[in-house]
């Protein structure tokens, strides 16, 4: 089974947008036994508070289940159990790299996976507020992703 850990500054938005966003398209294609799949923030400043009623708003206005979620913060443990460690920022792919050991093999930004936008990260709507562009890059990345993991 493959681990999949999405990443970003609180846990709140965008890489939990991509954790349900990558389960959902697992669980259409049956791919459930052969994937794990988490996200977690490098600050730690949200710890157990539930996603962003934005993330939420989107995920629901798609029918993408989002149950029983607690961010938490990134951690060594983690970063050892994941063989994915999927940033949505350069900030933050800098910060893995300069706060854990041994990550540098399985260290990759979302948009890797989705050049053809032009996307060099993925914006966090905690600022933009634009939820609908995240979601854009998210989804496209997450199907690419899961794409590339099947083969």
């Known amino acids: 089974m493959k681990k999949i850990t999405f990443i970003c500054l ?5 890489s939990p947008m991509a ?5 959902d398209l697992i669980k ?3 791919l459930e036994e052969f994937f794990f799949v988490t996200s977690a923030g490098t600050s730690g400043e949200h710890d157990g508070e539930g996603m962003h009623f934005g993330t939420k708003t989107k995920l629901e206005s798609l ?3 989002h149950q029983n979620f607690k961010s938490k913060k990134l951690t060594q443990k983690l970063c050892n159990e994941s063989d994915f460690l999927i940033t949505m920022d350069n900030s933050n792919f800098n910060n893995v790299l300069k706060k854990f050991n041994n990550v540098e093999n399985k260290l990759l ?4 996976f989705a050049p053809d936008l032009g996307y ?9 507020k634009n939820f609908d562009e995240t979601y854009k890059i998210i989804s496209l990345a997450c199907e690419n992703l899961l ?5």
Do not use: H
């Open 10 to 14: 609180g846990n709140i938005c965008r």
């Open 19 to 23: 954790e349900f966003v990558m389960k």
């Open 28 to 30: 259409k294609n049956k």
């Open 63 to 65: 029918n993408i289940k």
């Open 109 to 112: 930004k979302m948009t890797d």
């Open 120 to 128: 060099n990260e993925v914006p966090d709507p905690w600022y933009s």
């Open 147 to 151: 794409n590339f993991l099947k083969k």
